[in-house]
């Protein structure tokens, strides 16, 4: 198990950029794949992109693909999701989510431990 803590989120104009970040405790960071998952008011949750152990390889969303880049350290336990080219469509809590091995996977579900979320707000 590992605990997780994002930052980064904001208010930014359409077509800015931002950030997140995703620190987890523990000792074995380089054993989990790494998810980025969000929530707009009144939806479900859904994928943004998944980072495997090494951060070579990583999955997107359709919806992000070619704006958003999921990239890890595991000298600093930290994963990151850079968002560029945002949409007010992007709006939504942001989550980070940890799942112990090395299959690189976009289902919430196969997700064990999760962040408490950071509100991303992009205005038009």
């Known amino acids: 198990q590992v605990q997780l803590v994002e930052s980064g989120g904001g208010l930014v104009q359409a077509g800015g950029s931002l950030r997140l970040s995703c620190t987890a405790s523990?000792?074995?960071?380089?054993?989990?794949?790494m998810g980025w998952f969000r929530q707009a008011p009144g939806k479900e949750r859904e994928f943004v992109a998944a980072?495997?152990?090494?951060?070579?390889?990583?999955l997107y969303a359709d919806s992000v693909k070619g704006r958003f880049t999921g990239s890890r350290d595991n000298a600093k336990n930290t994963v990151y999701l850079q968002m560029n080219s945002l949409k007010p469509e992007d709006t939504a809590v942001y989550y980070c989510?940890?799942?112990?091995?090395?299959?690189?996977?976009?289902?919430?579900?196969?997700?064990?431990?999760w962040g408490q979320g950071t509100q991303v707000t992009v205005s038009s």
């Open positions: 989510a940890a799942r112990y091995g090395r299959v690189v996977l976009t289902t919430l579900l196969r997700y064990d431990d």
């Open positions: 523990g000792r074995t960071f380089s054993s989990y794949t």
């Open positions: 980072i495997s152990w090494s951060g070579g390889s990583t």
